[in-house]
């Protein structure tokens, strides 16, 4: 069974950083495309980023650009996210989740989500 | 970045069909057959539908189904049933910018 659990979502003030994690089971992160997604509770799903299988080539949605960044550790079997320069405006729920189909947002897995809360 | 459009809401009685519809542009929707639909339940992570326009994981109910004609993709959800009370959210790859997934802004379906 596929398994996707995030970590690392905290309370953070305007400017700082966070490193969020997403630890897998049942599914090798080296094989498969994936991605970054946030909620603000209440909102709607917004697409943040994704890493594609080997690690070499990510994307980022333009908020997100110079500030994230994403990586994997296959030795952990575990995919990253780096937030810097964070803004109130990324408060939000982040889920990783994994793309069946070559980094198309066909996200078949996911995990429970990770709250971060930016806020002074 | 645009969203995808969704209706914010629909609604239909137990049995009835529902279809929800997902307007995109010609780099998104219109050009790639990569349109996916999620459902979602209150403090639930999003559980994928639909994909590649109107392929269905192993599990997902043949009630649910994906279409698309020009720049709008649709899910249809027919023979209605409680438990499908949810958020619905389509997305699609796109080439516009940087972004490479863009998703719509959710649909709150509602079983009358």
């Known amino acids: 069974e596929v398994q996707l659990v995030e970590s690392g979502g905290a309370f953070v003030q305007p400017g700082g950083s966070l490193r969020l994690s997403c630890a897998a089971s049942g599914l090798t992160v080296s094989s498969n495309w994936l991605h970054w997604v946030r909620q603000v509770p209440g909102k709607g799903l917004v697409w943040v980023s994704r890493i594609n299988s080997d690690g070499s080539h990510t994307n980022y949605a333009d908020f997100a650009e110079g500030r994230f960044t994403a990586s994997r550790d296959n030795t952990k079997n575990t995919l990253y996210l780096q937030m810097d320069s964070l803004r109130v405006e990324d408060t939000a729920v982040y889920y990783c989740?994994?793309?069946?189909?070559?980094?198309?947002?066909?996200?078949?897995?996911w995990g429970q989500g990770t709250p971060v809360t930016v806020a002074s | 970045q645009s969203a995808l459009t969704q209706p914010p809401s629909a609604s239909g009685s137990p049995g009835q069909s529902v279809t929800v519809s997902c307007a995109g542009t010609?780099?998104?929707?219109?050009?790639?057959?990569?349109v996916s639909w999620f459902q979602q339940h209150p403090g639930k992570a999003p559980k994928l539908l639909i994909y590649e326009v109107n392929k269905r994981p192993s599990g997902v109910p043949d009630r649910f189904s994906g279409s698309k004609s020009g720049q709008t993709a649709s899910l249809t959800v027919s023979g209605l049933q409680a438990e499908d009370e949810a958020d619905y959210y389509c997305s699609s790859y796109t080439d516009s910018t940087h972004n490479t997934v863009v998703f719509g802004g959710g649909t709150r379906l509602t079983v009358l």
């Open positions: 989740a994994r793309d069946r189909v070559l980094g198309s947002g066909s996200c078949d897995s």
């Open positions: 010609s780099s998104d929707v219109g050009r790639y057959n990569y």
